[in-house]
C-alpha cells in the first residue's frame, strides 16, 4: 500500500465525519459528535489496509475496497448536501425534495468521476477523453435516473413508514436509492468507463 493510498484514506474519512454531523444536525441525533472526527479516518486506513493485503491475491478486492470507500464518501456528499438543504429550507417532501435530492446526487457524482477516475481505476490519460467522459456522463446520467426516480418514489409516492418523520423518510429514501444506483454505477464505471 503506497503512502498515499493511506492520506486519501484518512481525507475521505475525514471529509465522511464531518458530513454525517451535517445529516445527524438536521435530523436532530444526538450523540458523541466529537468520535466521528477521530474515529472514521483510522477505520478508513485499517480497512484499506486489510483490503491491500487481500488485494495481493485477488486484484479486484482492492480495487472493489477503494471503490467502497470512495462510494461511502459519494454518499455521504450527496446525504450531507440533501440534508443541508433540507436544514436550510425545511423542505423534505414533494418537488423541492426531487430538486434537492437531484443537486445532492449531481455534486456527488462529480466528485465520484474524479476519485474513481484518479484512484480507483487509476486511468490519469486516456486516448480519447472525450469518448470516456461522454461513457460516464451515459453511465451516470442512467445512474441519475435509478437514483432521483428511486429516492422520489419513495418519499413522495410511497410516503413516511414505520412513524418516520419526514425528515428521517427522506433520508431513507435516499439512503434505499443510493445502494441501487451504486450497483449500477459500479458495473458501468468498471466494464464500461474505466475498463
Do not use: H
Amino acid at each position: 500500500m503506497k503512502k498515499i493510498d493511506i492520506i486519501l484514506a484518512f481525507i475521505i474519512g475525514e471529509v465522511s465525519a464531518w458530513l454525517i454531523l451535517v445529516i445527524f444536525k438536521n435530523i436532530r441525533l444526538q450523540i458523541a459528535f466529537w468520535i466521528f472526527p477521530v474515529i472514521l479516518p483510522i477505520l478508513s486506513i485499517v480497512g484499506l489496509w486489510i483490503a491491500y493485503f487481500i488485494g495481493k491475491k485477488f486484484l479486484v478486492i482492492w480495487q472493489s475496497a477503494k471503490f467502497i470507500l470512495v462510494g461511502i464518501l459519494n454518499t455521504l456528499i450527496d446525504l450531507g448536501i440533501l440534508n443541508l438543504l433540507i436544514l436550510i429550507s425545511g423542505i423534505a417532501t414533494g418537488l423541492g425534495y426531487s430538486v434537492f435530492k437531484g443537486v445532492s446526487f449531481t455534486v456527488a457524482v462529480i466528485n465520484s468521476y474524479f476519485w474513481n477516475k484518479l484512484w480507483t481505476f487509476k486511468k490519469p490519460k486516456t486516448a480519447m477523453p472525450g469518448k470516456e467522459f461522454l461513457q460516464f456522463f451515459v453511465v451516470s446520467a442512467i445512474g441519475f435516473g435509478i437514483n432521483v426516480g428511486v429516492a422520489s418514489l419513495i418519499v413522495n409516492i410511497i410516503g413516511p413508514q414505520f412513524s418516520l418523520g419526514s425528515k428521517m423518510w427522506a433520508n431513507a429514501g435516499a439512503i434505499i436509492a443510493t445502494f441501487v444506483a451504486m450497483t449500477w454505477n459500479f458495473i458501468g464505471y468498471k466494464f464500461i468507463v474505466f475498463k
